[in-house]
């Protein structure tokens, strides 16, 4: 994430992914703060046993771009909430990425730092079926709850 101040959000994403008990690591590295880190991050992540990358940030949100143009990993990005502009900012710099280089966007805030850690493991689920058993049966356990909750009605 770009920020510390982020974890609020990417929190959510890392607890999903420890649920399933699939190893991760957390940083803060700022394409703006920290160009020479975040350069060396990406350039070195596939050597480095990483799959995935995550990249959470806010506002001129360049960090999801700039990482996915230094590695072949897939990239997924989280439009973290501004205050100024409630995240349409942060949606708008991670989603419009040109032609050839992608970074998967999630929705703003919350809920797309947890569909960000499920996209994670569904592509790590394509070739480890531990994880893939996992995720059907976090889907089964949503949907009975779903189903459950239409139940309580009056
Ligand atoms: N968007 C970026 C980048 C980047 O894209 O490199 N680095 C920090 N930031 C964002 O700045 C916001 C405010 O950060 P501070 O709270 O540290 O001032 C955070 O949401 C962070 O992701």
């Known amino acids: 994430m770009g920020s510390s101040s982020d974890w609020e959000t990417m929190k959510e994403a890392a607890n999903i992914i420890e649920q399933f008990g699939v190893s991760f690591d957390k940083q803060v590295i700022s394409a703006h703060r920290m160009p020479q880190e975040m350069f060396d991050f990406a350039n070195s992540a596939a050597d480095n046993g990483i799959k995935v990358i995550i990249a959470g940030a806010g506002g001129a949100a ?83 709850k779903a189903v459950k909750s239409g139940e309580t009605l009056v």
Not at 62 to 69: E, F, N, R, V, W
Not at 71 to 77: A, F, Q, W
Not at 98 to 105: D, E, N, Q, S
């Open 62 to 144: 360049h960090l999801p771009g700039m990482i996915a143009a230094n590695t072949i990993l897939p990239v997924i990005g989280v439009p973290v909430q501004s205050h100024a502009l409630s995240g349409l900012d942060s949606l708008l710099s991670i989603v419009q990425m040109p032609a050839g280089i992608p970074v998967a966007t999630t929705a703003i805030g919350v809920a797309g730092a947890k569909n960000a850690a499920l996209l994670a493991l569904q592509i790590l689920g394509i070739t480890d079926s531990q994880v893939a058993q996992k995720l059907t049966g976090y889907r089964k356990e949503m949907h009975d």
